[in-house]
């Protein structure tokens, strides 16, 4: 029996309705069938998330004491792989029926690539302001910078087996639930000097239905407290591609944490320098995301980008807070949680 070229994993905990049409979205590929296999990962879920997979996936293997977050399922489905290349797709994904060839075309083509990822498209599945914002967020900062990337996203993206296997997987022991690693591994993946490429034309859906909590949430706790741990322990020395954290974001960061400390001082006091101030801070950092607000307006309306920008506020305000924990807790944490070395991750070789 031929070998397929990609292995496609799914990894997916309590999401039937999502998986459903993440299902569908993949069988409607237009590679031959022939050429890739479907693994669903089923993280140990209540619900029928196994039995949607049932049927349409080629493999369905189960977390038997999950959840354990998608690192470890996505690290399952890659020893049972057998293709060439991974391709990873988050259960609330709907890839167009283009994305899979166009995976295939980039490895078939460039023997030297180790990875690829791209972007969701320009029409999230839930109309309201929340889902739009930031589903249309992560398309913006995906098409700002195409080519080269010194980062990975795991929602539609691929990696060549024999160098995942070789840099050991994802680390599901860091990131025990959907957190930050993906982005890790884009960094052990440019540190063992696999090229990476985004694509934004690699394209797929977001099905998830963003509120004000999980947004906050997600920002703050699964992604500024756990990045900070990332770069306090790797140091400044990744931060080099635009998708990172740039200096000029650092510094959005700041004014808004200062325009926050003047506007309570200005409150506290009454003292109208330090509200001056304030507004001008907060003048800096929307001046600074212009290019970002004219272009949601330009796809949403002048309203819509009128919303995003006490969001983008918040954004850098959580970044701060999350940055300043996670300085003043790195210590605790590394000790608490009993982190292995960087070097030292799950192992997937088969």
Known sequence: MPLPFLSVVVPAYRCAPYLRQCLLGLSASDLPRADWELIVVDDGSSDGTADVARGVADQVLRVSDGPRGPAHARNLGARAARGTVLVFIDADVVVAPTTLRGFATHFADDPTLGAAFGAYDDAPFEPDFLSQYRNLLHRYVHTLHPGNADTFWAGCGAV??????????????????????????????????????????????????????????????????????????????????????????????????????????ALVLSNNALAYIAAFCVVVVLLGNAALLLWFGARRGFFFALGVAPLRLLYYAESGLGAAWAIATHQRHVGAVGLPPLAAHEQTAS
Request: no cysteine.
């Open 160 to 265: 060549r087996r024999e160098t995942f296997l070789a840099i050991g997987g994802f680390d599901a022991a860091r990131y025990p639930r959907p957190q930050i690693e993906d982005i890790e591994l884009g960094y052990r993946l440019r540190e063992y000097g696999a090229r990476i490429l985004l694509d934004p034309d690699l394209q797929g859906k977001h099905l998830k239905r963003w509120t004000f909590g999980n947004m906050a949430r997600t920002d703050l706790r699964e992604r500024a407290i756990p990045w900070m741990h990332l770069i306090l322990r790797r140091g400044e020395a990744m931060q080099r591609g635009p998708l990172n954290l740039r200096v000029r974001e650092k510094l959005y960061t700041v004014f808004t944490a200062l325009s926050v400390a003047a506007g309570l001082g």
